[in-house]
């Protein structure tokens, strides 16, 4: 009696899954980046819209002023990072948010448009969502397509905390609302684990990004620059200690 009961859950919620899957494949997940100007970030940072454009930006300086791609490597990223949210607006993601990213990742795999690093990124853009090495995305992508996803990846996470720390809302003592500790311990582990380069090639600079993901909110935040990059360094740094002693 308890499985038929179970039973008839979960298929009324797989046939909607399936009815959410057809109608959302009726419109390509670029056509929906204009509806996440209707979709709130946080009160004080804008709209997924404004992030999308942020990211975009991120993801350009990463690439032009630091050097820390190549052109294909860019032009994927630029492409990961502004579609990264826009299954946010959804009926998949609506009505199973835990789905976020994921679903993301399957419809541009579905339209067969895009290249297989961009679809990638949008997958695991939301990880590592842990601390040990062998956490998902670990083996799942490789080479330039592990670059790319780690441009979005972190480009997300830094732009997060930044704004955050730029409207004050740091995290106190074991309060941590917006999961500011994890998304800054995630840009380090994916800068250790996941960024692909070698001997020749520069590395990142945790401190020049985060620089980067402040100026590109312009005058929206609300505390002075030199006193927010200060506290970003900190925390970034008090990440980092977190990884390797935990390691």
Do not use: C
């Not at 009726?26 to 929906?32: D, I, S």
């Not at 002023?65 to 052109?71: N, Q």
């Amino acid at each position: 009696e308890i499985v038929r009961g179970m039973e008839r859950v979960v298929v009324a919620r797989l046939r909607d899954a399936a009815f959410f899957f057809e109608e959302d494949r009726k419109r390509p997940l670029g056509e929906r980046v204009a509806d996440l100007a209707g979709v709130t970030f946080h009160q004080g940072l804008g709209s997924y819209q404004a992030k999308a454009e942020r990211l975009v930006r991120l993801v350009d300086a990463m690439g032009e002023k630091h050097g820390l791609l190549t052109k294909p490597e860019r032009e994927s990223a630029r492409q990961a990072a502004l579609l990264a949210k826009a299954d946010l607006t959804t009926l998949m993601v609506r009505e199973f948010p835990e789905l976020q990213g994921v679903m993301g990742g399957i419809y541009l795999r579905a339209e067969g448009s895009y290249w297989e690093s961009v679809a990638g990124a949008v997958r695991w853009h939301y990880h590592p969502l842990s601390v040990e090495e062998d956490a998902p995305p670990k083996d799942r992508l490789e080479g330039s397509d592990s670059t790319v996803f780690a441009a979005v990846s972190v480009a997300d996470k830094l732009d997060t905390v930044a704004g955050y720390f730029g409207l004050g809302l740091l995290p106190t003592g074991s309060s941590d609302p917006y999961g500011l500790r994890r998304a800054a311990q995630g840009a380090v582990r994916v800068l250790l684990d996941f960024w692909v380069a070698d001997a020749n090639e520069r590395r990142p600079s945790l401190r020049a990004l985060a620089a980067e993901a402040v100026a590109g909110y312009g005058g929206l935040l609300k505390r002075p620059v030199g006193e927010l990059l200060r506290d970003l360094e900190a925390f970034l740094l008090d990440r980092v200690r977190y990884v390797l002693t935990s390691r």
